[in-house]
């Protein structure tokens, strides 16, 4: 029985393992096709083309277009919390401008690197959100600002953190429809912003 079961895992493995590099590869493809088109134009049996898969495979991991969306939404959200993790600790050497700097540039990057992310954000999907990421963001961001004023409560650092990422969420309405070029300009200009506010707040 032992030499049955052994043999029967080993079997599972590489389905499983398939799977995975399957989902994978239409999420890129889809992610590809989403940066290209937008969310109405995207079509799953495009999809399925440019994976070189089945329709019926495609549907087999995705129900609807939906889905697949709130998948890649899902992973995108994943790694933004990366992004974010070690914060306090690649900020300790910073100053304060350095730090807003930072800030900004955490989710510039993020979006330049994906281009269907403001066409996944945007698709008519309500998303799960999770009110527990996001307060352990603030309160990260609010540790970091209370290692810059140790006179400043915790409630005055969790509020700065919270005005701080809603500055940095604005960015998004004017970063969206931009060109490479005026995106640049804007990274700058929220730079300066945020910079003036945490300067404001933080060394004075």
């Known amino acids: 029985m032992s030499m049955s079961s052994d043999s029967s895992n080993m079997r599972r493995e590489p389905q499983l393992e398939r799977g ?23 079509t799953m049996t495009e999809i399925a083309s440019r994976a070189g898969a089945s329709i019926g495979t495609v549907y087999q991991y995705f129900p609807n277009k939906e889905a697949l969306v709130q998948a890649l939404h899902d992973r995108y959200a994943a790694e933004m919390v990366e992004r974010w ?3 306090g600790e690649s900020t300790e050497a910073m100053t304060v401008e350095q730090i807003a700097h930072h800030i900004v540039e955490i989710t510039a990057c993020f979006v330049d ?12 999907v309500t998303y799960k959100r999770s009110a527990q990421a996001r307060k352990l963001l603030r309160e990260e961001v609010a540790r970091v600002f209370r290692s810059r004023k140790r006179r400043l409560s915790q409630e005055a650092a969790f509020r700065m953190a919270q005005v701080a990422l809603q ?3 604005s960015m998004h309405v004017l970063y969206a429809g931009a060109d490479a070029k005026e995106r640049q ?13 945490l300067e404001s707040r933080l060394c004075s």
């Open 20 to 42: 995975e590099r399957r989902v994978a590869k239409l999420l890129e493809t889809a992610a590809a096709l989403l940066g290209e088109v937008g969310y109405e134009a995207a």
């Open 85 to 87: 993790e070690h914060f």
């Open 113 to 124: 690197e994906r281009p269907a992310y403001y066409a996944v954000v945007d698709a008519p």
């Open 167 to 169: 500055i940095l969420k």
């Open 185 to 197: 300009a804007l990274v700058k200009e929220y730079k300066r912003a945020l910079a003036a506010y």
